[in-house]
């Protein structure tokens, strides 16, 4: 596999589940990136992690809950979410969490919360 | 508040035609703008980039203008081509360097 890859690319859950979305980056980049993608509004940064640590958590609710165990894989464990939460996860990868000029993204996942 | 506009849901163009697609930003701060393309069920794919320091950035069929007094930039693609159609998002750089803010994307349709 190449690139960035995201799985499951479709994922219906009740409130009251518990699910993870989960990321793998074979570019060799050192920050990866989730963005949340809902109708009608921009991309929304919700946290970069550079070299595992977490450099940036952009005001995201507790339930959305990110995980990086190392820098090719990162997770976004999902608890007791919301309808509103229903839009599609982005997550993305760079060379470098400053100066980074570009992002590789992922293909998304569709999240339905019920 | 939003800080990367694209004010036009959507654009039709005829083949070989010129199209041209419009981005709006509100942070002088910002340093480094893109422009991605992302066709259904994929993600968003990198397609041209220019710095603040430059006017100017040519690749190919595709042009990024920047104007960085009215605080606009667009893409120009000519000839369009059926292919190009898809949702074209606009993005800058925030001045800490890891931030990204994006437009709400403008959705190309080039008529055969």
């Known amino acids: 596999e190449t690139g960035v890859t995201q799985t499951p690319r479709h994922l219906v859950m009740g409130m009251t589940n518990k699910k993870s979305l989960k990321c793998e980056q074979h570019l060799g980049h050192n920050a990866m990136y989730w963005y949340k993608q809902s109708a009608k509004k921009p991309l929304e940064l919700m946290f970069v992690?550079?070299?595992?640590?977490?450099?940036e958590n952009n005001s995201v609710p507790s339930r959305f809950s990110p995980e990086c165990p190392n820098s090719s894989h990162l997770f976004l464990h999902l608890h007791t979410l919301q309808p509103e939460d229903s839009a599609l996860y982005l997550c993305?990868?760079?060379?470098?969490?400053?100066?980074?000029?570009?992002?590789?993204f992922g293909a998304g996942s569709r999240l339905t919360v019920l | 508040d939003q800080q990367v506009k694209q004010n036009s849901p959507s654009l039709s163009v005829q083949e070989g035609r010129i199209s041209i697609l419009n981005c709006d930003y509100t942070n002088s701060m910002f340093d480094y703008f893109l422009w991605y393309k992302k066709y259904p069920a994929e993600g968003p794919t990198f397609l041209i980039s220019i710095s603040s320091i430059k006017d100017k950035n040519e690749d190919g069929r595709f042009t990024v203008f920047l104007n960085k007094s009215a605080k606009h930039l667009s893409l120009h693609i000519v000839p369009s081509q059926p292919g190009d159609s898809a949702v074209y998002f606009c993005a800058a750089r925030g001045d800490t360097g890891n931030q990204f803010y994006f437009g709400t994307g403008t959705s190309l349709t080039v008529i055969p």
């Open positions: 992690y550079s070299l595992e640590e977490r450099v």
């Open positions: 993305a990868s760079s060379g470098s969490p400053y100066g980074a000029n570009v992002l590789t």
